[in-house]
């Protein structure tokens, strides 16, 4: 229904990788790998740190919390990408892009806190070690995750909510391979500014305020690990910061360049490639870099893998 430039938009295509028409099924079986992959990993971190009672510890509670995030943001859009590498009209219904774009944001936000509580944990551990087992109760935890995952939970449904009410003109073609907010932006008609503005004072407060506490704690710990007097004892404890600091980095590194600056002189197919990274490709290496190296983990796989009892663990399990 055309009302003169104003299309009522029912459904949207995204054009994905179609400039790389030659290299879809080559992209599809990559990103079906590394998917395959990604899901392998972060369920067995899930698993792991549940039934071993020996990773029932404030950080690895955290490590699976972000294993879970990252399985729900892998799902949502890795899928939808995947049939549509293989289909000729890759449509997305309106409902069900407005849906992924609110997860999207939902789970982005969850990350960010959930790295800045990271953060957090090894900054009592290091900084206030006697006092960490009193600080980091199982209750406090449990609050502070709850707090990370509903954490962008009005800003995800306010922002979608207004964006997807806004009238759509000439084109319902979006130039990304999943809704993000900016490429269903450059098809709305309306003024857009206060839209950009809030989005931007949203991105800081779910992005920019989380690292700034991630920074913060670091400064303390740096503090306190330059003040050990042994070499030994310095490199031990700094190596417990290494993962999460690699992690943080990596998402930062990829997130902030798309989010942060959204009209940056990066062309839309550089950005996709920049997106791809972030909702492919880190969500596999975080396990790799957090967990799958760490020798807690690998002796809990060898344990539940090489006993006879693991049935009766799942019968037992618990989330803490």
């Not at 179609?18 to 879809?24: R, S, Y």
């Given at each position: 229904l055309n009302l003169g430039n104003i299309t009522r938009v029912t459904h949207f295509i995204l054009l994905g990788f179609?400039?790389?028409?030659?290299?879809?099924l080559l992209l599809f079986v990559v990103v079906l790998l590394v998917f395959t992959v990604t899901m392998?990993?972060?369920?067995?971190?899930?698993?792991?740190?549940?039934?071993?009672?020996?990773?029932?510890?404030?950080m690895y509670y955290f490590l699976k919390h972000l294993s879970l995030i990252e399985i729900c943001y892998s799902?949502?859009?890795?899928?939808?990408?995947?049939?549509?590498?293989?289909?000729?009209r890759k449509t997305s219904s309106f409902t069900a892009c407005a849906l992924q774009l609110n997860l999207i944001l939902l789970f982005i936000s969850a990350e960010c806190f959930l790295l800045a509580?990271?953060?957090?944990?090894?900054?009592?551990?290091?900084?206030?070690?006697?006092?960490?087992?009193?600080?980091?109760?199982?209750?406090?935890?449990?609050?502070?995750?709850?707090?990370?995952?509903?954490?962008?939970?009005?800003?995800?449904?306010?922002?979608?909510?207004?964006?997807?009410?806004?009238?759509?003109?000439k084109s319902n073609e979006v130039n990304h391979f999943f809704c993000d907010i900016s490429p269903v932006l450059k098809l709305v008609c309306s003024d857009t500014n206060i839209f950009e503005l809030l989005v931007f004072i949203a991105t800081l407060l779910i992005m920019v305020l989380p690292f700034i506490l991630i920074t913060i704690s670091y400064i303390y710990i740096i503090y306190t690990i330059v003040q050990m007097p042994m070499a030994e004892s310095r490199r031990r404890v700094?190596?417990?910061?290494?993962?999460?600091?690699?992690?943080?980095?990596?998402?930062?590194?990829?997130?902030?360049?798309?989010?942060?600056?959204?009209?940056?002189?990066?062309?839309?197919?550089?950005?996709?490639?920049?997106?791809?990274?972030?909702?492919?490709?880190?969500?596999?290496?975080?396990?790799?870099?957090?967990?799958?190296?760490?020798?807690?983990?690998?002796?809990?796989?060898q344990r539940a893998f090489s006993r006879k009892i693991v049935s009766e663990r799942l019968r037992t399990l618990s989330f803490f």
């Open positions: 179609t400039h790389l028409a030659q290299l879809q392998t990993e972060n369920i067995l971190i899930v698993f792991i740190a549940a039934v071993d009672p020996a990773l029932h510890t404030p799902l949502d859009i890795v899928p939808k990408m995947l049939i549509n590498l293989l289909s000729e509580i990271m953060a957090y944990d090894r900054y009592i551990a290091i900084c206030h070690p006697l006092r960490y087992a009193i600080i980091m109760a199982k209750k406090t935890c449990r609050q502070m995750s709850a707090v990370a995952w509903l954490s962008g939970f009005p800003v995800a449904v306010g922002l979608t909510g207004w964006l997807f009410s806004m009238p759509f003109c700094f190596s417990t910061c290494a993962a999460h600091l690699m992690v943080v980095t990596l998402f930062y590194c990829t997130t902030c360049l798309i989010h942060l600056y959204p009209k940056s002189s990066l062309s839309a197919n550089n950005k996709k490639v920049v997106s791809l990274s972030y909702t492919v490709i880190t969500p596999m290496l975080n396990p790799i870099i957090y967990s799958l190296r760490n020798n807690d983990v690998r002796e809990a796989l």
